[in-house]
């Protein structure tokens, strides 16, 4: 078939990518905006007005006030140390219920499965779960963070339905030779099914990296916040504190400036792993999301 | 009879159980997490009929009846977070809901590979981003010196801190909503666009379908069952907002337009320390929530087939 294109369809395409630029642009620009602003003069950041478009003058006193703040580095320690526990937890146990909940041979998978999925729409609410996990004696500790969010149901399904489509074959001459389930699913599974193990190491450890809430209702030692829980002080609630802190070392009348250079730095800091990992799994992300969505 | 039949199969269970014990083993792992996280502060919602004392624990409290719904409802802020929730979830779904959709149908029309592979890279960006990061961006841009301000004083505007303008609050909160989800969300579309047969395409042409046809006749019935599906979700959500970016966000100048059922929770139970009362609130919210859903899934199974069961 011949194409044809059209003066019309040709206005269109042109307004359309257009259109797309400006949409792209609108939601990186406030990021690059950020970026730019952590690396500014403080001084010249002050008196300029409007967009930025490069950084005003070049600066990393920011990023040294940031790094030197003790509340920073211990932050990042805890916050790494949820991610890599409560992702290998998290992990552990969704491919223990992934796939027990997809071999035919599990009575009762029925039944569990309906169990789980209804707690994707009905819970108990804030305050019963948070008087459970207190009541469990875990206020305050590391497990506060971790355990209470190790599962998530949509990835749970989601990891059930990629192990379903794995041929029975594959095991069957496995166990024969009398491989259990946990040879089965460490050696077989597993490995054949890198994409989605990727795509739910991702998601978890993004979600513990971002993760907030939790810690600020079961935390209140300082040693254990995550990197979030300073960021909130730092950036919403303007904590005076920490602020000294990261201020150590600047005259009082150049504090304001500094003080708002510390914030866009912050952010930067906080960021900056998950803007390194992204690209290379973006298209991971995108084949988890449709194997979920179309076939869960 | 009954009685050996269900003997018989007690024991093929218990021998299946033997010989299959480490996936068993899995199972007991998963349902003992969804029981202590999940079941165990379900049932704790009792407490919403019962006045919660910490010395005497969920069991040895006192029962109230529906003492605690009923204060709710006498309660002088509950016509306002009921408003505010509904009002934030409705404009969320007007303005977010289309937005991945037309972004997705835009998408699907760029020919060049590399700039729709860009342009997709970079608006699922801000998906990852964290709420607190998010709202600290917010909070900077529209503070009286912020970006905002900046740029809209030279169109005459007075410089304000705009979050502390409960008249402005929803456009910032929904507006930001949208900025984070418009791409991630449009994931599901082009996937559901990418699944279209392109014989449909070709035989509309033939028919002598322009391409503003060709979106009404093909693409549009071609998405109608993924959209269906988001809006159910979408619909038994709707009095459910997620509190985490309102209390970052909102401070007592605007709760008279910010402050929803679930901050509203967070605020009596957490920092009040109201377990019982708050407790009613959720569990009135949620099974309000839950009716929405069924009832948007019975709408949708009857009038166009589409359902979640």
Redesign the interface.
Known sequence: ?VTRITIS?RV??LV??V???L??L???Y??L??VFASLSDPGLLMQH???LLSPQGFTLKGYSLVLKNPNIGIGFYNTVFYVVVGTFISMI?TC??A???S?R?????KP?LI??TI?M?????????????K??GLYNSYWAVI??S??NTWN?IVMRTSFMELPASLEESARIDGA???TI?FRIIIPLSKAIIAVMVLFYA?GM?????NAA?FLNDRKYYPI?LV??E???QGDKGNMLQVMNGVSAQSESMYR?LV??TT?VI??VP??FV??FL?KY??KG??VG??KG | MKETTRHIKRSIISSDIKRNKYIYLMVLAVVVWYVIFCYVPMYGTVIAFKKYSVGLGIFKSSWVGIDNFTAFFRDVNSWRIIKNTLLISIYDILWGFPAPIILALLLNEVKNKFFKRTVQTLTYLPYFISTVVVCGIIVDFTSSSGLINQLISSFGFEKTNLLSQSGLFRTIFISTNIWQSIGWNSIIYLAALSNIDPGLYEAAVMDGAGKWKQLIHVTLPGLTSTIMVLLILRMGSIMSIGFEKIILLYNPLTYETADVISSYVYRRGLLNADYSYSTAIGLFNSVINLLFLVGANWLSKKYTENSLW
Do not use: H
Request: charged fraction near 5%; hydrophobic fraction near 60%; proline fraction near 4%.
């Open positions: 078939m369809e269109f395409n359309n990518i259109f797309l630029s949409l792209t609108a939601c990186i406030p990021l905006y950020v007005e409007g967009l146990l223990f219920g796939y027990a909940l071999r041979q599990v009575y009762f998978a569990i169990v789980i707690t729409f009905f819970s108990g609410g804030l305050i019963p779960f948070y008087l459970t996990v009541g469990l355990l209470p190790a599962i749970l259990n389930d946990f699913l993004i990296w971002n993760s907030w809430f209702i979030q960021l909130r730092i950036l919403i708002q914030q866009y952010i906080a960021t998950i803007l992204y690209p973006q992300f995108v999301v449709i969505s179309l």
